[in-house]
């Protein structure tokens, strides 16, 4: 798959077959156009290709109030549109003055006279250009003048599948990790690199990795302990138990998120390394424990849950 990060590096695209979005967390929706875009490029000797967009079109237009975290970062998106065999991706800088640019303006100057687009694959409800004006109507009026062909999702094709973006993030954000993985096809995950913490886990007999996840818009689940996988930069897959909160029963700033793993039976050094955590399952609220010994006592429990689970969806 090629990525090209706006139009001055992009080399020729053979009819390229297009549709147009965010497309955050490249859920089961997405997956259904990318199926569509493949099969009809095949049909004319050309090529699939997603038009999309960074940053966020909301965090531009809205800079003080948008309030968005995103599913997936860049990095994450692209590596599953990879995975979905997307040919191409143009990532446009996302700007005020590309948000003034007309439906007409966007689909001639840039779809038209410099991707010599081939056929267009929308939904039915998808709307774009200045004020939402560009839609499946409006591109259906210009494609005999332009000479592409349009090929619309349906309604019911849409609705069958009945899954959004913002859906998924609400989802996450209550912790509903098995219907997140329904919508998205796979587990949510959390790319980060391993740093220091304060080793009480250790001290505790259940050592952690502390994760650092090096994105200031990744969207983060709701406080919690989880069942979780963890793939090791190596290639290795383990089971873990993770905690997502402030840590209250050690004093942590109510402001300092801590995301770290216990990897069941495992006990080797991985400061310095990138993982990343597939989270399976919610097993109960962040608690605030009187000492130690109490907090020693739930993770106890915790662990012998989690194992329960592991051993369950072998």
């Given amino acids: 798959m090629r990525v090209f990060k706006g ?11 297009l549709t147009i979005g965010t497309f955050d967390g490249v859920h089961l ?26 940053p966020h079109p909301r965090m531009v237009l809205y800079p003080d109030s948008h309030g968005l975290k995103l599913i997936q970062t860049q990095a994450e998106k692209i590596d599953k549109l990879r995975r979905m065999g997307l040919q191409n991706v143009i990532i446009h800088p996302f700007s005020l003055e590309f948000s003034r640019l007309s ?47 349009v090929i619309e999702i349906s309604a019911e094709e849409v609705d069958e599948v009945n899954i959004s973006s913002t859906k998924i993030r609400r989802t996450i954000e209550a912790g509903e990790m098995e219907l997140a993985r329904k919508y998205m096809g796979e587990p949510f995950e959390l790319f980060g690199k391993i740093i ?14 502390n994760i650092d996840i090096e994105s200031e818009i990744k969207l983060i689940p709701k406080f ?8 090791l930069s190596n290639g290795q897959i383990k089971e873990g138990m993770m905690n997502i909160g ?23 050094n991985l400061y310095g390394e990138h993982i990343t955590i597939q989270l399976l399952s919610r ?32």
């Fill in 246 to 268: 402030v840590r209250p029963s050690v004093g942590m700033e109510k402001n300092n998120i801590c995301i770290e793993v216990h990897i069941l039976d495992f006990n080797e």
């Fill in 224 to 231: 919690g302990v989880y069942a979780a996988n963890v793939l």
């Fill in 196 to 209: 220091d913490g304060q080793a009480i886990g250790r001290e505790l007999g259940y050592p952690t990795a």
């Fill in 283 to 314: 097993f109960r609220s962040e608690m605030k424990f009187d000492s130690l010994f109490e907090l020693k006592e739930q993770l106890n429990i915790d662990e012998k849950n989690i194992r329960n689970y592991f051993t369950d969806i072998r």
């Fill in 7 to 17: 139009f001055d590096d992009i080399l020729e695209i053979p009819n390229p077959v």
């Fill in 103 to 149: 439906a007409l303006e966007f689909t001639r100057d840039y779809l038209v006279n410099r991707l010599n687009v081939k056929k267009m694959v929308i939904g039915y409800d998808h709307q774009f250009g200045k004020n939402r004006e560009g839609n499946i109507k409006f591109l259906q009026d210009v494609s005999e003048t332009y000479d592409f062909e």
């Fill in 29 to 54: 929706g997405h997956q259904k156009i990318i199926d569509q875009l493949n099969r009809e490029a095949e049909k004319v000797g050309g090529e699939s290709v997603l038009f999309t967009f960074y």
